[in-house]
């Protein structure tokens, strides 16, 4: 940025979000190097773990925004790592669900371990009301995100 471009004032809040997706970033990328995951099979995990449906290619060709040739690559270097498989969708037998292995996720589990319980303990020192506040918050937050994230 130079400075003739306009700045924005971030509110104090803000500012220790922008702080956090840092370090989530770096928490992130740690874990792929942990799990010897290169950035895009890593990303395609997380889509995977964290979507509320299971996910077909198709659809996670388009959360990672790559073609559907490139994403057969990753699907097809994951299934090979033994991190996921391909299901037949009981409802329509044509649609294939991607279905993270048991596996993989005992090992994402053993590496986020110390992490997750640091995070506990963090809202352990919050009383009930301090956690309601956080709670509400971060699911504001996320709805933004999400917003942001679906082109509304």
Same mark, same amino acid.
């Given at each position: 940025?130079?400075?003739?471009?306009?700045?924005?004032?971030?509110?104090?809040?803000?500012?220790?979000?922008?702080?956090?997706?840092?370090?989530?970033?770096?928490?992130?990328?740690?874990?792929?190097?942990?799990?010897?995951?290169?950035?895009?099979?890593?990303?395609?995990?997380?889509?995977?773990?964290?979507?509320?449906?299971?996910?077909?290619?198709?659809?996670?060709?388009?959360?990672?925004?790559?073609?559907?040739?490139?994403?057969?690559?990753?699907?097809?270097?994951?299934?090979? &790592?033994?991190? =996921?498989?391909? $299901?037949?969708?009981?409802?329509? +037998? @044509?649609?294939?669900?991607? /279905? !993270?292995? *048991?596996?993989?996720?005992?090992?994402?589990?053993?590496?986020?371990?110390?992490?997750?319980?640091?995070?506990?303990?963090? &809202?352990?020192? =919050?009383?009930? $009301?301090?956690?309601?506040?956080? +709670? @509400?918050?971060?699911?504001? /937050? !996320?709805? *933004?995100?999400?917003?942001?994230?679906?082109?509304?």
């Amino acid at each position: 940025m130079t400075d003739a471009e306009p700045t924005r004032a971030a509110a104090p809040e803000t500012l220790a979000l922008r702080a956090l997706q840092a370090a989530m970033g770096d928490a992130q990328s740690a874990l792929g190097r942990r799990l010897r995951l290169i950035p895009t099979d890593l990303a395609a995990m997380s889509h995977l773990a964290s979507a509320q449906d299971l996910l077909g290619p198709t659809e996670l060709a388009g959360r990672l925004g790559l073609s559907p040739a490139a994403t057969t690559e990753v699907v097809d270097r994951l299934e090979r &790592a033994g991190h =996921l498989v391909r $299901d037949r969708d009981p409802g329509d +037998r @044509r649609r294939i669900r991607l /279905v !993270t292995s *048991a596996g993989a996720r005992a090992e994402v589990m053993g590496q986020l371990g110390t992490l997750l319980d640091a995070l506990d303990a963090i &809202a352990a020192d =919050l009383d009930d $009301d301090e956690r309601e506040v956080v +709670r @509400r918050y971060l699911e504001r /937050v !996320t709805a *933004a995100y999400r917003d942001y994230g679906a082109d509304r």
